[in-house]
């Protein structure tokens, strides 16, 4: 096998290993690293929990005296900065490694090119950009949030054969199979937060957690949108945030309808309703429009949002331009002349999206679009 081949192959693998930790590691991103030499693997680390120590450490350290002449692979750039953990790039030259093989630069400002400079400057072979692209995907949360000052949005859509995603005034329609609401779980896992809209809320009453045997301490941070402070206290959300966290965000997100402004609360109500639900442990963020709430989600670490409804917030989102990811899971079922349309569909999703991948969940389809990027 060929060098290059060699490299892509154990990248691969790399990239693979990064997955493990994430959602687990914000605001650090989850890295993956794999010592090998002589073609053999003697070395793992993948960011740890919570995001230290660093994959490199924690790989070096797995390797041993092994470390001494071998190529790492690390899925992003590593570090030359002294944080909370002396700087990876050092670590690396000081175990003795003759090479290193990076997906990604850091775009993080106190790393940017000085991680690859200390490895040059010590004598230490450096390939860049070996599977770029993939290692792009999986470090989406990371560059979004350094680069775009919001967390990478996903939202995910569950649509039936007839193109809708509900029906009206019923909570919870059965759109697909077991086997796509696992995906949809899995999802969940791997994301630092999850946000509907009231009216799914309170329709729907969903918990939005993980109940994946195995998984269930990984479940995202639950975000409601609420102007007007709805949510009841007696909803599952409500009721279970001192187990999650749940952040309901009430402010001008959208102006009040012409036929709904007899019925919005005036501020003692909304006083009152705001110190009940903080009373359940609710944090109630005020945030003005999108833009807003998500440069304040960034900027409490939350690098991935999955969007999960309904058809108002997913249109809202689209309308601001703020989805980096279409998930469309397609059903088989039909709902009926009451049903929900989607606002976007597997026909209609907007040119600026691109198909990335898809596959069969049972008698469900996934696919998944990303957004064509401009910069
Ligand atoms: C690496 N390997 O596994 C990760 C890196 O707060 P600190 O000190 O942990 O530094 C956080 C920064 O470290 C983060 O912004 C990113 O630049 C880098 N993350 N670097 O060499 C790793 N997770
Ligand atoms: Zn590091």
């Known amino acids: 096998m060929s060098g290059a081949a060699d490299d892509a192959r154990f990248m691969a693998a790399a ?50 005296e092994a470390a001494r002449g071998a190529t790492a692979y690390v899925t992003l750039e590593p570090c030359s900065h002294h944080g909370k953990t002396p700087p990876c790039a050092n670590a690396l030259v000081a175990a003795g490694i003759a090479r290193v093989v990076v997906a990604v630069t850091d775009p993080d400002e106190r790393v940017s090119g000085r991680g690859l400079k200390i490895l040059r400057d010590a ?15 999986a470090l989406a949360g990371y560059l979004t949030r350094q680069t775009k000052g919001r967390p990478y949005v996903i939202l995910k859509l569950a649509v039936s054969a007839d193109g809708m995603i509900g029906r009206r ?21 791997v994301t630092d937060a999850i946000l509907v809209g009231v009216g799914t809320a309170m329709v729907d009453d969903p918990e939005l957690t993980v109940r994946l045997e195995g998984l269930e301490d990984r479940s995202p941070i639950r975000i409601v949108l609420d102007r007007r402070l709805e949510l009841p206290i007696g909803s599952k959300l409500a009721r279970t945030a001192r187990e999650v966290p749940v952040i309901v965000v009430c402010g001008a997100l959208a102006p009040v309808p012409e036929d709904r402004v007899s019925e919005a609360a005036g501020p003692d109500n909304r006083a009152a309703r705001k110190a009940a639900l903080e009373a359940m442990g609710v944090e ?26 309904g058809a108002r917030v997913a249109a809202d989102f689209l309308a601001a331009d703020l989805v980096d990811e279409i998930d469309l899971y397609q059903g088989d079922v039909s709902v009926g002349p009451d049903g929900i349309a989607s ?31 401009k910069d």
């Not at 690293?33 to 993948?46: E, F, P, Q, T, Y």
């Not at 005034?169 to 896992?189: D, K, Y």
């Open 15 to 64: 990239i693979e290993l990064s997955l493990k930790h994430l959602g687990q590691t914000s605001t650090n991103p989850s890295v993956g690293c794999l010592i090998v030499k002589d073609g053999v693997v003697v070395g793992r680390g993948v960011t740890a929990k919570g995001g230290r120590p660093h994959a490199e450490a924690l790989a070096l350290n797995d390797a041993g």
């Open 123 to 137: 004598g230490i072979e450096v390939t860049s950009s070996v599977l770029e692209e993939e290692g792009r995907c």
């Open 169 to 189: 005034g019923e909570g919870q329609v059965a759109i697909t199979g077991p086997m796509a609401r696992n995906q949809v779980q899995l999802l969940r896992s």
């Open 284 to 309: 109630v963020l005020e945030a003005p429009d999108l833009d807003c709430l998500l440069l304040g989600l960034a900027s409490r670490g939350i690098s991935s949002l999955l969007v999960e409804g």
């Open 343 to 373: 606002p976007v569909t597997r026909e209609t999703i907007p040119q600026t999206f691109r198909p990335l991948r898809s596959q069969h969940l049972g008698s469900d389809r996934l696919d998944i679009f990303e957004r064509v990027r």
